[in-house]
């Protein structure tokens, strides 16, 4: 699919570079002793996958 094929909104994730920054934070949280909500990472991979339940509903247009 390319880009302007998307229908907007839309969020676009680039995997890669989303779980470059998991990481790093979470590194960053280990080095300061403090847990790291994976909640937020958990609805990102599943938007990325298509599959997030959690949304709330669209707004009619």
């Known amino acids: 699919m ?3 094929q998307i229908e907007t909104p839309a969020a676009l994730i680039d995997r890669p570079r989303m779980m ?4 790093r ?5 280990n080095a300061l002793c403090v ?3 994976g909640e937020s990472i958990g609805m990102a991979a599943e938007l990325y996958e298509g ?3 959690d949304l709330p509903p669209q707004r009619k247009k």
């Open 51 to 53: 599959v997030c339940t």
């Open 25 to 29: 934070m979470q590194a960053h949280m």
């Open 20 to 23: 470059r920054n998991i990481e």
């Open 35 to 37: 847990a790291f909500l």
């Open 2 to 4: 390319k880009l302007d």
